[in-house]
């Protein structure tokens, strides 16, 4: 799996956002994902924001948009095959 991740999301500026807007929403984002953290272990819900990360939204439409790519490649050319794996 790749893409934008929770821990992305909190860490890293990313190309979707200017460097200001993410320096100045550094730290109400930590915030609410050490709150969150926070709440998964309250719950006793095995899961993290920090580790093994899941897709944030934008990971989540990246994901989506990769999947629509690799159902609409037509299949011929010399990566036909990797697609069919990947498929």
């Known amino acids: 799996r790749h893409g934008e ?5 909190t860490f890293n500026k ?9 320096v100045l ?5 930590l915030v609410k994902a050490l709150v ?3 709440y998964l272990l309250l719950i006793g819900k095995i899961d993290s924001w920090f580790y ?8 989540l439409s990246q994901a989506e948009e990769l999947a629509s790519f690799l159902k609409d490649k037509p ?7 990797h697609i069919k794996i990947l498929r």
């Open 25 to 29: 929403g550094f730290f109400p984002g």
């Open 52 to 59: 093994d990360a899941p897709l944030s939204h934008l990971g």
């Open 36 to 38: 969150y953290e926070v």
């Open 14 to 22: 990313g190309k979707h956002r200017s460097a200001a807007v993410f």
């Open 5 to 9: 991740s929770t821990w992305n999301d």
């Open 75 to 81: 299949l011929d050319g010399p990566e036909a095959q």
